[in-house]
């Protein structure tokens, strides 16, 4: 009975302490005391304090991205990754600088000089990244998660499968080769898109050597073996027939006298002419040199078949069938669609596709937060005559049913930045300003006085859209998209109060009007052709050819690296070939 009392009292004294202002100025989180005599717990929060706890930071949104190309190595580089939760998804971990791989081929460049490794890029830049090295093999844009599948390990189930979901995800997976169900191709033919497929190719073409410098081989046979056709006269078949060349010529020449005479290198090209992406000049000038060299040009045919040691052709003009016997064939005949984008478009309404359609601000439209960028994608540009109603609406004012030169002047910045065409259009018809393209639905020749009415501005913007272009599915395209990309992630929370695309137009057509829509900027091209000499193909119309032009490619490849540790080793293995040659051995 004493010990409840004395007990009760001190917890008394004790409560009254605690609520007066403390020396130190520290607030008493709880109190907790037994009572001997009830056998209960007396507990006291402080209230206040519980009250003035912080609130926990707002969740990062979660950015998955899809790819470790150019484009999506680009989207990640310029991301600022402290605003957002990113994983990376690929089962290749590391960059390849794909315009150097017909030089892996022969030896010009090694394997290990053109990649950077994904994880060694996150660390220099200090980015807050999670890499996985796996395969998504399934994108659900119901439940916003992509299902992938590790490409070393499994996991307890026991085959290696995973889901991660996200907020936004970047779709930046590529593209395959596409073969056209040509029978035979993807089993006897050598690809060029992976580090691991110009790897396989220069073993390959030293295999070859090798066979054909048997004792027991006929002259006939040797032929066979050293002829090396590629099909498909495009930049890269074009780089690996020039490089293939000048290991032949520079090198392997002297380490097989014997059957030098034996050596063909064929390009097979479906069209008239091969570099037909290319200004006719360089493509008269690569075909001459080619001629020069030895490289047989069989232009015009179409590959119906390959089997392992023949490939049957068939001429447009003539529909003759051949057989061109080979010993190594290179299949570089355009770019198809990855079976997860397939199965992906199939789900939102494009099966009919080649590529994942996108607006001009990267979005497939299907899906709010889903982007695809680089080959795997192909952006729909709005036709402006689709809106032509809005347009004239937004720019009527005084809704007048007619619109004034001054009117469409005022919306002519906006227009031109959401239908690009506009002014493509103008500069290839030689226009000075917006009247010279009024004039054809008025046929009014004073500007001042030039007065539209609906039918008349429909009809003065008719031609407009023959215009409209679709980007090359190139390296130089998917970096631009990656970084346009990522800019507006950066940018996300400011442009909301301070948008930047066509302000008059945000009613017309689909898109994040809080952007400007992306715009590909040519660069230029290049095209080597062996023998130091190359051709390029650049901005303002501008075409050089020459050994000049090939310091020039050298110059811009080495500065495009990623690293300065793969910057340095290009410069060295150039070096090394000019001093030593390039290496034979079959490793």
């Given at each position: ?35 001997a ?13 519980a ?34 939760e ?5 089962p ?42 796996a ?42 080769v ?78 097989y ?5 034996f ?36 232009t ?7 089997s392992?040691?023949?490939i ?49 601000w ?10 695809a960028?680089?080959?795997?994608s ?37 227009i ?5 065409q ?114 390029a ?17 050298y ?33």
């Amino acid at each position: 009975m004493g010990f409840s009392f004395f007990a009760s009292r001190a917890a008394a004294r004790f409560l009254e302490d605690i609520r007066r202002p403390s020396s130190a100025g520290v607030s008493t989180a709880a109190l907790l005391l037994t009572a001997a005599s009830g056998g209960g717990i007396v507990a006291y929060a402080d209230s206040a304090r519980a009250e003035e706890a912080p609130e926990p930071p707002p969740r990062k949104k979660k950015v998955v991205v899809l790819g470790t190309g150019w484009a999506g190595t680009s989207f990640l580089k310029n991301l600022d990754s402290s605003r957002y939760e990113v994983k990376v998804i690929s089962p290749r971990n590391y960059f390849a600088f794909t315009p150097l791989l017909p030089s892996v081929t022969c030896g010009t460049v090694e394997a290990r000089s053109v990649v950077e490794p994904i994880r060694r890029m996150f660390e220099k830049k200090g980015k807050d990244v999670a890499y996985y090295e796996a395969e998504c093999f399934k994108i659900d844009p119901t439940k916003k998660a992509v299902h992938c599948r590790s490409a070393v390990g499994t996991n307890l189930d026991g085959n290696g499968d995973f889901m991660v979901d996200y907020d936004y995800l970047v779709v930046a997976l590529g593209a395959t080769v596409n073969t056209f169900n040509t029978p035979g191709v993807m089993e006897h033919c050598h690809f060029l898109k992976e580090v691991e497929d110009a790897q396989k190719i220069r073993k390959s073409v030293i295999d070859c050597f090798e066979r054909a410098s048997i004792p027991n081989i006929s002259e006939e046979e040797k032929r066979k073996i050293l002829h090396f056709v590629i099909i498909g006269g495009g930049p890269t078949g074009v780089e690996f027939a020039a490089e293939l060349h000048d290991f032949l010529v520079e090198d392997l020449v002297k380490l097989y006298p014997a059957i030098e005479q034996f050596v063909k290198i064929t390009i097979i090209q479906s069209g008239e002419h091969i570099l037909n992406t290319f200004d006719q000049r360089i493509a008269v000038f690569a075909e001459s040199k080619f001629q020069r060299d030895g490289i047989e040009l069989s232009t015009g045919f179409r590959v119906i078949k390959v089997s392992d040691d023949s490939i049957t052709v068939k001429c447009k003009s003539s529909g003759v069938e051949t057989l061109v016997p080979y010993g190594m064939a290179v299949w570089s005949a355009g770019i198809g669609t990855r079976p997860v984008i397939t199965d992906f478009m199939s789900q939102v309404g494009q099966g009919k596709r080649r590529a994942l359609a996108t607006n001009e601000w990267l979005r497939v439209p299907e899906c709010d937060s889903v982007y695809a960028i680089g080959d795997c994608s192909s952006i729909s540009q709005r036709k402006i005559m689709e809106d032509i109603s809005t347009i004239f609406k937004v720019a009527d004012k005084d809704n007048s049913g007619t619109l004034t030169l001054k009117e469409i002047n005022d919306v002519l910045e906006d227009i031109c930045i959401r239908y690009p065409q506009v002014e493509l259009y103008m500069k290839s018809m030689h226009m000075v300003d917006i009247a010279d393209l009024i004039k054809g639905g008025v046929g009014d020749s004073n500007k001042e006085s030039m007065v539209v009415n609906i039918e008349e501005f429909k009809k003065a913007l008719s031609h407009v859209d023959s215009q409209v272009k679709t980007v090359p599915a190139t390296a130089q395209v998917a970096a631009q998209q990656g970084y346009y990309l990522a800019d507006c992630f950066n940018k996300k929370d400011h442009c909301i109060e301070h948008p930047e695309g066509p302000l008059r137009l945000t009613g017309s057509g689909e898109g994040h009007h809080n952007f400007r829509p992306f715009r590909y900027k040519h660069l230029g091209q290049f095209a080597p052709l062996g023998g130091e000499q190359a051709a390029a193909e650049l901005p303002g119309d501008w075409v050089s050819m020459g050994h000049s032009t090939q310091w020039l490619w050298y110059s811009v490849y080495a500065s495009k690296q990623v690293s300065w540790r793969t910057r340095v080793l290009v410069v060295s293995d150039w070096t090394r070939r000019f001093i030593f040659g390039r290496d034979s051995s079959r490793i």
